[in-house]
């Protein structure tokens, strides 16, 4: 009943190629950015905003440019914490020895310097497919943590391996508030997002759509498999990188090459998984299950009022979260991204059955 | 089909529950408690270690709340959060302790170096002290600068001296070590790497050969670290591990058959969970202690009557008196006794974490009040002060001999003439980069 387009025509192509063409879409995405932007800030406490909403801002962007190759390209990459360790370092290394620069400008040229490093561990990819691409990926991820780890000038040579970020600024207005910072990472992800959206609709994301599927066929229609590979690569990058660069400045503040281990590949390649590969909203809502059920079952006792020893909860942690990503692969393969389809396409027809 | 609507609407449910529960709010501490945050590990490969550290840390808070009521009538409530040794943890338990109670945290001692420097950035704004007692960053023993650390009894720069000034002892003198070669063979981390510094200067000055071997986290792996001292068999290994580290460590001394006579760890690389796992073969390693060993007190015989004989102790009546128990404990104590000179000046009532600083940077534990806190032949006297924010910088060295620890040195100091140098510099530095004005000691 409410999600009908009856009565809505386009009259311009452009408003029938519209990212959201139905009018109910347009005023849904409009409160949602409202929400985001006015009233999260407004009510959520510093607990909130500092441990739950910025990190899931963050890995919601690292996750969506995972999802543009794991999930659009259909290469498996499990280098995503060496990925983010380079944009970090890039960031740092960058503000450090170039001082005039603004750390948001380093932020972007940080995903530069990740793209250039995606593409090179990209290469495999054009010799091998999946799990010997992720074999090689993998590889890039351990290779990374040794550099940042071994290699004294990524670190400024500081003895102990442990940075700290300097504040981020941009123009006189210096991100220091848990507010400010959300809104910081809020407005990168929701600009980051539109991106990705229009990349995936064009002819680019067509070509690794076709290059997933069936990547003969596709060199034989006439997309060249290296542009659509490393393309993939590079874009993916630009975007792990920054959010590497995000992870380290505004979360983190002071940092080790533990920060972006191979755990940290693992958790944002499930992000992708449990929220729906080739979805950008699946990347969101995979985000907010992986970053916030942890901590939601952390309290739970707590909040229940059961009295468990912290090591307790943490193993009934580990082991319910990984019984609800089987769960969830099991019942939902195509991830909570199909959930939420499956759940607009009974909306068009609600209150009928049919 | 029926699975797909049973999860529909399982997912819906689960998110109503969790909105209704997010909204109700759990009051912990009454209006006239101290919150004391405890961030521990339990779980995970460090577990080892940090379970009898926080065990003896929550025993003596129990200690105080069932045996003195509290400190001057005001009770403590503590909390514990697990980390897992892992930094972004560590700052998620942070933000979520550090408001808890009428006051906010006492204070943090969050037992990790990677935590600790995280944790330096955000004490500065949130104004809560950090005991980091034997570990952290060498250079916070400058309480100019470092006005909310206090790596109490110590930093590792001192345990690299003490050390390199024991082995320079049993050679005849430190001008004996020339040519000698010491290995260092450390935990891949900021708590591992912070010794070289004061090594390099140490064998620049003596003329001994430093060989760094790193070992990745978690430690389990390191049959290529000691192929490398099988073939260039140093003199000495320094051991810089925690957690299985530590013990796997020593399994593979056994295993390149290298004297454990000639290993010495840190103080966080001598205690039970290291040694028991080798066996006898671990008889004979050596290890600094941090001011106390294993043993049990006047402290322990109150533990185990007021705390596990009412049934509030936190682990096993066996681990009582181990070496990272007492650790723990006196850790403890070294916050309870902050408070409790806080409490002389700011009233006796729950404090804040400022007013808990000053009673930090104001500790003055005498031999009297070690006594009477049933510690007597555990510590030595000592004074924090703000120019100094350790308070002490002696250890001792004891051996394994199978079945306890044994005393093998006196007291020895670490030679501040090599090392406060090197802390101004590393301080002023700090300061530097972040655009901090020094305090002036004199003036508080």
């Keep these: ?354 | 089909m029926m699975l797909r609507i049973f999860t529909a609407r399982a997912v819906l449910f689960a998110a109503a529950a969790a909105g209704a529960i997010a909204a109700t709010n759990e009051v912990l501490a009454q209006a006239n408690e101290q919150f004391v945050p405890m961030l521990v590990y339990r779980s995970g490969p460090y577990a080892p270690n940090g379970v009898p550290f926080a065990n003896g840390y929550a025993d003596y808070l129990t200690l105080v709340n069932e045996r003195d009521g509290g400190i001057n009538g005001v009770k403590i409530a503590f909390e514990e959060c697990e980390t897992g040794y892992a930094t972004d943890r560590g700052v998620e338990c942070y933000e979520r302790l550090k408001g808890k109670g009428p006051t906010g945290a006492a204070a943090f001692s969050p037992l990790s170096t990677g935590i600790t420097y995280a944790l330096t950035e955000k004490v500065y704004a949130d104004k809560i002290p950090l005991i980091t007692m034997g570990y952290g960053r060498s250079e916070s023993v400058d309480g100019g600068v470092f006005q909310w650390n206090f790596p109490l009894f110590g930093t590792y720069w001192d345990a690299a001296d003490v050390l390199i000034q024991y082995i320079g002892k049993l050679n005849g003198g430190l001008d004996k070590l020339k040519g000698k070669k010491i290995a260092l063979v450390y935990h891949d981390s900021p708590y591992g790497k912070e010794p070289i510094p004061l090594l390099q200067e140490r064998a620049r000055r003596h003329g001994f050969e430093l060989m760094t071997i790193p070992v990745t986290h978690p430690g389990v792996e390191q049959k290529a670290a000691w192929l490398q001292i099988r073939q260039n068999r140093p003199d000495y290994v320094l051991l810089w591990g925690w957690g299985v580290m530590n013990s796997t460590a020593i399994k593979e001394a056994v295993a390149v058959n290298y004297p454990r006579e000639q290993m010495y760890g840190v103080w966080w690389a001598g205690a039970e969970p290291d040694v028991l796992p080798a066996g006898a073969d671990a008889k004979g390693y050596n290890a600094l202690a941090l001011q106390h060993s294993a043993g049990q007190g006047a402290v322990h015989a109150d533990i185990l009557k007021y705390v596990y004989g009412k049934g509030k102790g936190a682990g096993q009546k066996d681990d009582v008196g181990h070496v990272l128990y007492n650790r723990g404990m006196i850790n403890a104590m070294l916050l309870v006794e902050s408070i409790r000179t806080a409490q002389g000046k700011f009233g006796k009532k729950p404090l804040s974490g400022e007013q808990v600083r000053w009673g930090i940077e104001s500790l003055n534990l005498d031999q009297k009040r070690i006594s009477q806190v049933g510690m007597s032949g555990m510590l030595q006297p000592f004074k924090v002060s703000c120019y100094d924010h350790a308070g002490a910088h002696h250890a001792r060295i004891h051996q394994w001999d199978g079945t306890k620890w044994v005393f093998v040195s006196d007291w020895i100091e670490a030679d501040s003439s090599i090392i406060r140098p090197m802390v101004d510099e590393a301080a002023a530095k700090y300061a530097k980069e972040k655009n901090l004005t020094r305090r002036d000691c004199k003036a508080s």
């Excluded at chain 1, 990212?19 to 006015?38: H, N, R, S, T």
């Excluded at chain 1, 090459?257 to 998984?273: E, K, Q, T």
């Excluded at chain 1, 059961?306 to 393969?333: D, K, N, Q, R």
């Design chain 1, 1 to 354: 009943m409410f999600y009908r387009e009856a009565g809505q025509f386009k009259t311009s192509y452009g408003a029938d190629q519209a990212v959201f063409p139905i009018l109910q879409d347009q005023i849904f995405i409009g409160l949602w950015l409202a929400l985001g932007f006015v009233l999260v800030p407004l009510v959520s406490t510093e607990y909130l905003l500092k441990a739950i909403l910025i990190p899931f801002l963050i890995l919601a962007l690292a996750a969506l440019g995972l999802n543009l190759l794991v999930g659009y390209c259909g290469q498996l990459s499990l280098g995503t914490g060496g990925f983010m360790a380079v944009g970090a370092y890039a960031a740092y290394n960058l503000c450090v020895r170039i001082p005039w620069l603004n750390p948001v400008v380093a932020f972007l040229l940080a995903g530069g310097v990740a793209t250039l490093v995606g593409i090179a561990f990209g290469i495999p990819s054009l010799r091998i497919k999946g799990y010997y691409l992720a074999v090689a990926t993998l590889a890039a991820q351990f290779f990374l943590d040794w550099v940042f780890s071994r290699v004294a000038w990524f670190t400024n040579n500081t003895p102990s391996g442990s940075i700290t970020a300097p504040p981020v600024t941009l123009f006189e207005l210096t991100f220091d508030t848990p507010v400010k910072k959300y809104l910081l990472c809020l407005s990168i992800l929701v600009l980051f997002a539109a991106v990705a959206k229009n990349l995936v609709r064009g002819r680019i994301g067509r070509a690794w759509m076709a290059t997933r599927d069936m990547d003969v066929a596709a060199e034989i229609i006439g997309i060249r498999p290296m542009y659509a590979k490393l393309s993939a690569f590079a874009v993916s990058s630009f975007f792990i990188g920054v959010a590497g660069g995000l992870w380290a400045f505004v979360h983190l503040g002071s940092w080790e090459p533990l920060a972006f281990d191979v755990n940290r590949s693992f958790s944002i390649l499930f992000m992708v998984i449990i929220g729906g590969l080739g979805s950008i909203l699946g990347s969101f809502l995979g985000a907010a299950f992986i970053t916030v059920l942890p901590l939601l079952l952390n309290q739970l006792p707590q909040w229940l009022g059961v009295s468990i020893s912290t090591a307790m909860i943490s193993h009934l942690e580990a082991m319910i979260f990984g019984c609800l990503i089987v769960f969830f692969l099991i019942v939902e393969p195509l991830g909570l991204a199909r959930l939420w389809r499956i759940g607009k396409e009974k909306l068009r027809l609600w209150p009928f059955p049919y």
